[in-house]
Structure formats: C-alpha cells, structure tokens
C-alpha cells in the first residue's frame, strides 16, 4: 500500500487509476485487433495513464509485448531513435539478457553501448552522439519489431513533436515502417488537437486513414467523487460533500489537476471541507513560486505581458482584437499575434478553438495572485 493513493505521476495498479472503464475496453479492444490509434487530449488528462492501464489488461499482459516511447523534449530525428532504443532496452531488462540479446542481433549499431554485469543486468551506455546514423538504426529498430517473439504493441507519447523536426520527412518515414511492421500495433498519442487531427485526417498527410481516432475527455465528477471518498475513508479521513466538485470544476476536470490538489489535501488534512481547497492550491503555488518567477524572467517584455494578460483572463479570446489589447495595456494587435506565436512554441500557452489559456494552471492562479 502507498502512502498516498492520489498518485501525480507515472502509475501504480488499478486501484489508484480512476474510471475510465468505457475507454480502457475500447482501447484495449481497438490494439488487441490490431488497429493502429491516435490517442488526443489535452495534455495532463490522463492518456499516458491510460496506455499504462491498458497495458496491465490481462488480455495484453499475457500476450505482448508492450512499451511507451515519450518523444515530448525530443527535438530531431536522432533524438527520437536515441529515446526509443533507450525505451526498448529498459523494458526488455526485466525478461532478462537473453530479450536484450535478441534486441542487439538486429540493432548492431548500439551493440557496443549496450553492457552486463555479472549478474547479467543490462546498462544503457550510448551517448545521444552515438546514433551516428538515424535513419539506419530506426530500420533497425523496426527489424527487431518485426521479428520479435511476441507481438509487440508500442505507445509513441507526444508523437505531434516529429512535425517540428529539422527532417522532413519523418513523417513518411514512420508511416513507411509502421506499415511494413505485421508483428506491431501503434498508439500514437498526443495533446496537440489541431496538429494531431492533420496528421491523421488530412489526406495530404502520409498517416492519412491509417489509425482509429480516440479523443480523451475528462473523467465524470461523480466517478471522481467516489473514487476521492473511498480512499479518505479507506485511510480513516473524511472528506466533505462538495469538495471534489469545487476542484474538479476550477480545473476544468483536468486530471492531474484534480490528483495534486487531493494529494496535497490528503497530506494535511484528516477531514476536508471545501474551504480547505484555496488553501492547499496556495500551498502548491508557493512550492513552485520561485520556477514562475524564472520563467516570466526568461520572457520578453510583450511575452510576459501578454502572458499576465492572459493569466488575468483566464480563458482569452480575440486577443489580437481592441478591446482586449487596450484592457492589458498591451503594444499592438501584432505584437500580441506575434508573442502568442513564441509563447505557443515555448508551452506556456494553449489554443484549442479560438480560446488562449496558460498553459500551466497554477501558474494561471499565481499570475491572478500577484
């Protein structure tokens, strides 16, 4: 039993992953017949918990193969083959040498950075440097898939980054080999709708019809309600009526959200009411008040302007049009379109629908507080 069952990161058993019952069977059922799906939803709502859980399906457990490849900080082609070798090779540690040496018989080129001890545990010793060849090792990566003992199923977490890559056509390239791949099913996840819909519905688009499209929503209140009840009660705490929706409400149902802010109250509190909920978002926002500062440090003058304007707002729309620009005291409708550009690339905003909104939802709330 862990200490607190409001886990904020990386994943622990069934029974501290919330719902989504509805969701693990279609995802669990779209990869076990072999279809290819593009997993999307803002980011933080849950889908690299959810692969995980459906992952420990016993359906999957007991016949694949399975790995998560998280490509969100990479920034080429290199970075990316780099990322899944280094993947591959600590998720095969656990079945022992023989599964990594069945690895290296097809993935010559990281052999020499691949060692043992004595007790023939694996260490990942390749320096990003040392994929001097990209395209070929991805070849030969997707050779090791191919040929593996077991069908594989392989989550690529933030798969819209290949779009930003320096080469141009990774794209082609991935659809080329995932197509080729019999003995592998795909999930390709993403927080980006916009760019992630493109990739997969647009025929223009090498990935065009070749995925199920699965769009992840928040959890239903009354599904995190019990679920928040039953651990309080499970650890002897009581926590009040209403408290669940007064969070799950202030962030949208995001959540991760939702995990922080009942693992800060479950840390401090034996019976929660509603009025603890202010409280222990401020506690957070103190924990990370010196990395705001920074980062606000690190902008522009018009960035951070535009950012506070947007903070203030908290779900901005035409932020290019006059009165908003005026309200914010900002330079000029071009130099707002111009900082929501930069600000976009650097994450610190969103954009789905018309709606700009930091990214960053209690940065949002130590931007008001300021």
Same mark, same amino acid.
């Not at 926002?285 to 920074?294: G, L, P, R, S």
């Given at each position: 039993?862990?200490?607190?069952?409001?886990?904020?990161?990386?994943?622990?058993?069934?029974?501290?992953?919330?719902?989504?019952?509805?969701?693990?069977?279609?995802?669990?059922?779209?990869?076990?017949?072999?279809?290819?799906?593009?997993?999307?939803?803002?980011?933080?709502?849950?889908?690299?918990?959810?692969?995980?859980?459906?992952?420990?399906?016993?359906?999957?457990?007991?016949?694949?193969?399975?790995?998560?490849?998280?490509?969100?900080?990479?920034?080429?082609?290199?970075?990316?083959?780099?990322?899944?070798?280094?993947?591959?090779?600590?998720?095969?540690?656990?079945?022992?040498?023989?599964?990594?040496?069945?690895?290296?018989?097809?993935?010559?080129?990281?052999?020499?950075?691949?060692?043992?001890?004595?007790?023939?545990?694996?260490?990942?010793?390749?320096?990003?440097?040392?994929?001097?060849?990209?395209?070929?090792?991805?070849?030969?990566?997707?050779?090791?898939?191919?040929?593996?003992?077991?069908?594989?199923?392989?989550?690529?977490?933030?798969?819209?980054?290949?779009?930003?890559?320096?080469?141009?056509?990774?794209?082609?390239?991935?659809?080329?080999?995932?197509?080729?791949?019999?003995?592998?099913?795909?999930?390709?996840?993403?927080?980006?709708?916009?760019?992630?819909?493109?990739?997969?519905?647009?025929?223009?688009?090498?990935?065009?019809?070749?995925?199920?499209?699965?769009? !992840?929503?928040?959890?239903?209140?009354?599904? +995190? $309600? /019990?679920?928040? =009840?039953?651990?309080? @009660?499970?650890?002897? #705490? &009581?926590?009040?009526?209403?408290?669940?929706?007064?969070?799950?409400?202030?962030?949208?149902?995001?959540?991760?959200?939702?995990?922080?802010?009942?693992?800060?109250?479950?840390?401090?509190?034996?019976?929660?009411?509603?009025?603890?909920?202010?409280?222990?978002?401020?506690?957070?926002?103190?924990?990370?008040?010196?990395?705001?500062?920074?980062?606000?440090?690190?902008?522009?003058?018009?960035?951070?302007?535009?950012?506070?304007?947007?903070?203030?707002?908290?779900?901005?729309?035409?932020?290019?049009?006059?009165?908003?620009?005026?309200?914010?005291?900002?330079?000029?409708?071009?130099?707002?379109?111009?900082?929501?550009?930069?600000?976009?690339?650097?994450? !610190?905003?969103?954009?789905?629908?018309?709606? +700009? $909104? /930091?990214?960053? =939802?209690?940065?949002? @709330?130590?931007?008001? #507080? &300021?």
């Amino acid at each position: 039993m862990i200490e607190n069952p409001f886990i904020t990161y990386g994943y622990e058993s069934a029974a501290y992953f919330c719902d989504r019952k509805s969701e693990t069977k279609e995802l669990t059922t779209l990869l076990t017949n072999g279809n290819h799906t593009a997993l999307i939803s803002p980011r933080r709502m849950g889908k690299t918990g959810l692969i995980h859980h459906c992952f420990a399906q016993n359906e999957i457990q007991d016949r694949y193969i399975t790995f998560l490849i998280d490509i969100y900080a990479t920034k080429n082609l290199q970075d990316m083959v780099y990322r899944m070798g280094q993947s591959i090779v600590n998720r095969l540690k656990p079945r022992g040498q023989s599964a990594i040496d069945g690895f290296l018989r097809f993935v010559t080129s990281l052999r020499t950075g691949i060692s043992f001890d004595g007790q023939g545990n694996a260490s990942w010793n390749i320096g990003l440097g040392d994929i001097t060849s990209p395209d070929f090792t991805l070849e030969e990566i997707f050779n090791y898939l191919k040929a593996a003992d077991r069908k594989c199923i392989v989550a690529i977490d933030e798969f819209q980054a290949i779009t930003d890559y320096p080469e141009r056509n990774v794209e082609e390239l991935m659809r080329t080999y995932v197509q080729q791949c019999r003995n592998a099913v795909f999930v390709f996840s993403g927080s980006q709708k916009s760019m992630m819909s493109e990739m997969f519905s647009s025929p223009a688009r090498p990935f065009y019809q070749s995925v199920s499209m699965m769009f !992840l929503k928040p959890v239903p209140l009354p599904e +995190y $309600e /019990v679920f928040a =009840k039953k651990h309080f @009660e499970k650890a002897g #705490k &009581q926590i009040d009526d209403g408290v669940v929706r007064t969070i799950y409400e202030h962030f949208d149902g995001t959540t991760w959200y939702l995990q922080k802010v009942l693992n800060q109250l479950f840390a401090t509190q034996d019976h929660v009411c509603v009025n603890d909920v202010d409280t222990a978002v401020i506690q957070i926002i103190n924990q990370n008040e010196e990395a705001y500062k920074d980062v606000l440090y690190q902008l522009t003058a018009r960035q951070r302007d535009l950012l506070v304007a947007v903070g203030h707002e908290r779900k901005a729309r035409q932020i290019t049009g006059a009165p908003f620009v005026k309200r914010y005291h900002l330079i000029s409708a071009s130099s707002v379109q111009k900082s929501s550009q930069a600000l976009i690339e650097k994450q !610190l905003l969103t954009h789905q629908q018309g709606v +700009y $909104e /930091v990214y960053d =939802k209690f940065m949002a @709330e130590w931007i008001r #507080k &300021q």
